[in-house]
């Protein structure tokens, strides 16, 4: 599934124990072709921007194309 970034934040102090160590982080809205819109994690990006092709690595997480 691909799609774009619609917006995202950095994470850098989290509160949810699966994710307390692995910060800083992003999670972002992503909207996939056909218009739905996906929340997940961004993973290997440096820079993340809005706009920014992405395609799912699983359910939760968003990759850069």
Avoid at 46 to 52: C, E, F, K, N, P
């Amino acid at each position: 599934m691909t799609g774009h970034v619609l917006t995202y934040t950095v994470v850098h102090r989290s509160f949810v124990p699966e994710f307390v160590g692995r910060e800083p982080y992003v999670v972002a809205w992503v909207e996939v072709a056909d218009g739905t819109r996906a929340f997940g994690r961004i993973v290997g990006a440096a820079d993340v921007r809005i706009g920014m092709p992405v395609t799912s690595t699983d359910l939760q997480q968003w990759r850069p194309r």
